[in-house]
Each structure stands twice: as C-alpha cells, then as structure tokens.
C-alpha cells in the first residue's frame, strides 16, 4: 500500500533527519578542518620563510657592512708598527656596530688589537681552525681572551698582497633580537647558526658540535659568501593553531548540523505534504451516482476526495483523511474540498438535472470549528444558484465529540443542507443518536450489504437497523451494493436509495458527465 510507505517515511522522518544533520555535520567538519589545516600550515611556512629570511639578511647586511665598512680599510694596516695605528684601530672598533675586537695579523701573528693595543700571539692561539690561506674566513668561537664565556664570530680577512697577514674580527654573537622576531611564533622551538661543525643554538649556552643538534631542521638558509647557515627548529602548525582550528571546526560544524537538522525538519515537518499537495493541485473529487431504486435513476452524487501523490500515487481517504485530522489540517482540506465541488459543479451543472443531490462527507472537527458555517455559507455562494440539494454526511463520531451538535444540525437545516448519518453500524454506534438528532438520511453501511448474501437472505441487524429507520421515518442509503441480489433483497426490504459498483464506481467530472448523458438517451429512447 502506497501510504504505508508514505507514513513509514514519515515516522522515520526525525531519525533520518537526526542522521542527515550528523553527516552533514561531519562532512562540514572534514572539510573544513581539512582546508583550514591547509591554508594555515602555508601561511605558517610563507611566515617562516619571511622570518628566516629577514634573520638571514639583517646578519648578512652587518656582517657586509663591517667587511666593507669597517675591515677592508684596514688590510693595508698590517704592514704598520701597532703603536702607530692602534689608535685609529680603536677609534674604528668604537664606531663599528656588534664588534669585539680588531686584530691585526702579520706572518700568522697577531700584534695589535683595538681592544688591548700591542701584543704578540699566534693567531691559532685566539682561533684555532682560521684558516689563514683564504682571503675570508668566518669560524665560531666559544670565547675570546677578554670575554672567553660569549661565543663570537672569527672573521678572517687576508691581505691580498702577503701571505698570512691580514684582519681579524672578533664579532659579538647573539640570537636575541632573532628570537625575539620568532616569539610570535610558538610552534618555532628554536634557531640556530651552523658555521663549519659547530653551531651557536637558541637553547644552550656555548657552542654545540653539530653532531648534537636534532636531526630535524624546520628550514634552513645559507648567507651569501659565508660558510654559515641560519637553521629554524618546530613544527609548521603550533598545538594552538590545530587547538584553534579544531574547536573552530567542531563549533561551526555543531551549527552546520543544527541548522541542517532545522531546515530539514521545517522542510519535513509532517503535513507539509498536505498542504503542498493542495497547492499543487494533487487533489481531486469524484462523484459516484445514488441510486433511487423507485425510478432507477441517480438522484445525486456523493463527492469522495481523491490524492493523487506524485510519488506515493494514490493514497486511499481513509489514510490521508485521518492523516490530516490528526494534524489540524483537515480544515483546509476540506476547505480545499468545497473549492473542488464548486469548481466542478459549475462545469457538471448543465447536465445534472435540477435537484441533484449534491453529498460532501464532513469531519466532526470540521463541524466543530468556528469557522464551520462561515466556510459553508461561502461554498454555498460560489455553488451553482438553486441547482443542488446538499447533503452532509457526518459519522456518529460528530455527536460524541461535539455536545453543540444539534444546534449545528439545526444551522445546517435552516440553510437548507440535509444531513446523512454516514456508515452507520460501524463505530461505537449508539441508537440514542438516532432518535436525538434530526437526520434525514440513514447510510447502511457496505459492512452489512455484504453480508446480505452470506447470511441467505436472513440479516437480523439489518433487518433490526431497517426497522427502525422505518420507524424514526429515516430515508435510507445502503452502500457499497455490488450484487443483483442484495439490490433485490434491500428493494424487498424497503430500501429505496442505493450506492454500490452494481451503478457506477465513483466517476471524475467528464465520466459523471458520460454516465448521465447515456441514462438519459436511455430513458429517451425507452
Ligand atoms: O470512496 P472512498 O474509498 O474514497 O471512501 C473512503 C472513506 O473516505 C469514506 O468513509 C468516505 O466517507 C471518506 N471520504 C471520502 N472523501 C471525503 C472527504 O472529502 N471528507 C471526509 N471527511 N471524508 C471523505
Ligand atoms: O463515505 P463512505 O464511507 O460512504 O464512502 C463510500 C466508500 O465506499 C468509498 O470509499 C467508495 O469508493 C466505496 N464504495 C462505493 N461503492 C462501493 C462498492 O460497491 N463496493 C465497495 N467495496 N466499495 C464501494
Ligand atoms: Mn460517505
């Protein structure tokens, strides 16, 4: 059954939606981490890059500066007694930024500094591995004589014009102002400067033979023209980065979920359907002929609603009548149901015979609705002028509910509206009703009808329920009359008004239009 599947959806809607939102909710999550992750760990290493370049090229430009600046005036200075020069030595050491001191080398000695003036020393007493044969040489030092706890620099510069002589500067050394550019950056653990197979690190003091820093360099770069490299240590995402990203993440994708989870259930949200179905023009009437057995003539119609999903196919009433009850919404159906009848009235009008009978099923709550008569009135007005006699079939459930029934009753009569008790003998049937209420039409329902063959030719309720109406002065409609043989046995027994497969199944507009086109050639031609 069609509806099955439609109200199976519907009560799996929530965790469906629930399981949606979680999916949703992850993918989001993935992707979003994901591309951020990304993003931020390229941003961190173009960061690192621009750090580590800018470290590379501030020591770069003073190590030039002090080459150009400062040393190379100086070359010719070693052919000079100290005493002479040792005082433009200094004054030249003063101006010079970072440095320690200036040593002038002759023949692999040293003899004039600008710190302590004369003195006579083989230079690999001050610096072991200067390798006096190249014209530039750069070595770390743990210490020089005045300061032998601070690492240096050994900058070495040769004399074109003699071998082993030439400058050497000692040159203050220190990460600091470097470290203090990369304190915004947690995830960089440390840096450090590689000259040869030692190096000076951010984390200990003195020099570190190569051989003990981690194996693991974030980056590295060579200085032009020096055999020195500044090498950064960490990670490219520091914990806070992945901290931040992932609790952004988990936020976001927390309202993702939720809002997907909101959307969906608004979208979803159950008799939607409904509503959509009538606005999409899902909906339809057909109109099954009653039978007055006097003339065998239909002496009207009873409207029967008809849903026509565009995936469910079609839904039976009963399923989508009390659906709609069950959500409040069976206000508008029926509402929805007038505008039908009204619409189809008019184009059925010219070949329905003045006085037909024109019969809508309506829900107790409908009746009990404030809106009831207001709705009718204005059906009644967009109805066809003084062509139909209405009917409402109401079900005994209407007296239960609604203790204003009789008056509504009395409302329907003073408008000219006649009332069916519809499927009378199912539902918690109460003979009282029958005798309270003004009904002018009793229903028998089809239940019974088909008992009339089984039972051959003896249904004692039946037969009870006929008595009674007799009594009560009640017109009856027996339903859903298929056989020649229960015709016969309801005619017998005073039935006079039919409805059942043996006429007609209920007929859309243009069959209904056939169906009483060919009654009357018949009658014509009879
Ligand atoms: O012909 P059918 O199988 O559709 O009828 C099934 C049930 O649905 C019947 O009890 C009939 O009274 C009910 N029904 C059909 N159309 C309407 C309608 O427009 N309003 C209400 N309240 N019930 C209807
Ligand atoms: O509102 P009510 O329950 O009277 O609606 C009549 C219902 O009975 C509709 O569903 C209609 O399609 C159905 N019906 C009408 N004639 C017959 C019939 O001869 N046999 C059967 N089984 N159902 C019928
Ligand atoms: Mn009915």
Redesign the pocket.
């Known amino acids: 059954m069609p509806l099955s599947r439609a109200l199976m959806r519907q009560a799996t809607y929530p965790r469906r939606i629930a399981w949606s939102s979680v999916i949703f909710g992850s993918l989001f999550f993935i992707l979003f981490t994901l591309i951020l992750l990304t993003f931020t760990w390229h941003k961190r290493q173009h960061q690192h890059q621009q750090l580590l370049n800018d470290s590379r090229a501030a020591l770069q430009h003073s190590l030039d500066a002090l080459i150009s600046n400062t040393l190379n005036p100086l070359l010719s200075f070693t052919r000079f007694d100290c005493h002479t020069i040792s005082q433009e030595l200094t004054s030249r050491a003063a101006f010079a930024e970072n440095l320690r001191a200036i040593l002038l080398v002759r023949e692999g000695y040293a003899f004039c500094s600008s710190a302590t003036g004369a003195f006579y020393l083989p230079l690999n007493a001050i610096s072991e591995h200067t390798d006096l044969s190249r014209d530039q040489d750069l070595r770390l030092l743990s210490g020089t004589p005045l300061q032998p706890d601070k690492p240096a620099f050994a900058l070495w510069l040769r004399n074109p014009h003699s071998a082993q002589s030439g400058v050497l500067a000692t040159i203050n050394l220190n990460l600091a102002p470097y470290q203090l550019l990369a304190s915004y950056h947690p995830e960089i653990s440390g840096m450090a400067l590689v000259a040869q197979n030692t190096a000076l690190t951010s984390w200990q003091p003195g020099l570190a033979a190569n051989s003990e820093l981690p194996p693991q360099p974030l980056m590295k770069q060579t200085l032009e023209g020096y055999p020195l490299q500044f090498v950064l240590y960490g990670d490219t995402l520091s914990m806070r980065d992945i901290h931040l990203i992932v609790l952004t993440g988990i936020l976001l994708s927390l309202l993702v979920g939720g809002g997907c989870w909101l959307l969906l259930s608004l979208n979803r949200r159950p008799g939607k359907e409904i509503l959509l179905g009538i606005k999409r023009g899902e909906f339809y009437?057909?109109y099954?002929p009653l039978i007055s057995t006097l003339s065998g003539r239909a002496y009207g119609v009873?409207?029967?609603?008809?849903w026509k999903h565009p995936s469910e196919g079609l839904i039976?009433?009963?399923m989508f009548?009390s659906y709609a009850e069950s959500l409040n919404l069976?206000i508008p159906?029926?509402r929805h149901?007038f505008e039908l009848v009204a619409r189809d009235a008019h184009r059925l009008n010219p070949y329905l015979p003045v006085g037909t009978h024109m019969s809508?099923?309506?829900?107790p709550l409908?009746l009990a609705a404030e809106s009831f008569r207001q709705d009718v009135l204005r059906w009644i007005a967009a109805m066809p002028d003084n062509h139909f006699n209405y009917v409402f079939?109401v079900?005994e459930r209407t007296m239960v509910r609604d203790k204003n029934a009789g008056e509504i009753f009395a409302w329907l009569h003073e408008n000219n509206i006649q009332i069916a008790i519809?499927?009378f003998g199912t539902g918690h049937s109460a003979l009282i009703y029958l005798e309270k209420y003004p009904f002018d039409y009793l229903k028998i329902d089809r239940g019974f009808v088909q008992s009339i063959g089984t039972q051959t030719l003896n249904s004692p309720v039946l037969d009870a329920v006929l008595h009674l109406a007799n009594k009560l002065e009640l017109k009856t409609v027996a339903e859903g009359v298929e056989t020649g043989e229960q015709a016969a046995w309801l005619v017998k027994h005073g039935v006079s008004h039919m409805q059942g497969y043996l006429f007609s199944r209920?007929l859309q507009p243009d069959r209904l239009i056939d169906y009483y086109r060919c009654r009357s050639l018949a009658t014509m031609a009879g």
């Open positions: 009437v057909e099954q009873e409207a029967l609603l008809r039976p009433p009963d009548i069976i159906l029926t149901l809508l099923n309506l829900s409908h079939e079900t519809d499927d209920p």
